[in-house]
């Protein structure tokens, strides 16, 4: 199984993007019988969980981008998304998606750049 995340880049403060995340490999059933989750990396710093969406219920947020990113999956394509609006400079960071519980390798994650 492989994880490919795309759609990064570079943004304005203020500006969107959406990520996706791809489990390359993976069986379905077994995508959908995990919570699944993206993380960033910003330089110098650990790795933060962003965002949880669960099998059953509704997604978790950190409070430091509530209300402006969305979390979502796509059980039939095994896609996980992340959209971002009203980006911030502290936005910054490599992102990256993994099950919660059973979690994967790590994929090469995608940059994302918040300038202002």
């Known amino acids: 199984v492989r994880l490919v995340e795309s759609g990064g880049g570079l943004v304005q403060a203020a500006g969107s993007l959406r990520l996706s995340c791809t489990a390359s490999?993976?069986?379905?059933?077994?995508?959908?019988?995990?919570?699944w989750a993206w993380y960033r990396q910003a330089p110098v710093q650990q790795r933060e969980l962003v965002a949880t969406?669960?099998?059953?219920?509704?997604?978790v947020y950190i409070d430091a981008v509530k209300s402006r990113f969305t979390i979502s999956r796509d059980n039939s394509r095994k896609r996980v998304y992340l959209e971002m609006n009203n980006l911030q400079p502290e936005d910054t960071a490599v992102y990256y998606c993994?099950?919660?519980?059973?979690?994967?390798?790590w994929g090469q994650g995608i940059q994302v750049t918040v300038s202002s």
């Open positions: 969406i669960p099998l059953l219920g509704s997604p």
């Open positions: 490999g993976m069986i379905t059933s077994v995508f959908n019988s995990d919570d």
């Open positions: 993994n099950q919660v519980t059973n979690q994967l390798d």
